[in-house]
């Protein structure tokens, strides 16, 4: 047997759970990070993008695309 057959085929990064996922990383819990950082004031531009995406709705979006049937 070739050393490519032992090996174990590489499984799909979306198809772990979290138990698996602590396995495979040897860990038992998740640590939450504290990151120490000052806020900054939004630029224009981002006010500007965020107040666009607030009328976003996908949902009437992806509903408008669907064909029409009567």
Request: no cysteine.
């Amino acid at each position: 047997m070739s050393s490519n057959a032992k090996k174990r085929k590489k499984k799909n990064f979306a198809s772990f759970n979290t138990t698996e996922a602590y396995k495979q990383l040897s860990i038992s819990e998740l640590l939450p990070w504290n990151i120490d950082s000052k806020p900054i004031t939004p630029s224009p531009f981002f006010q500007e993008r965020w107040a666009r995406l607030q009328y976003f709705d996908l949902q009437k979006y992806e509903e408008s695309a669907l064909p029409y049937l009567e």
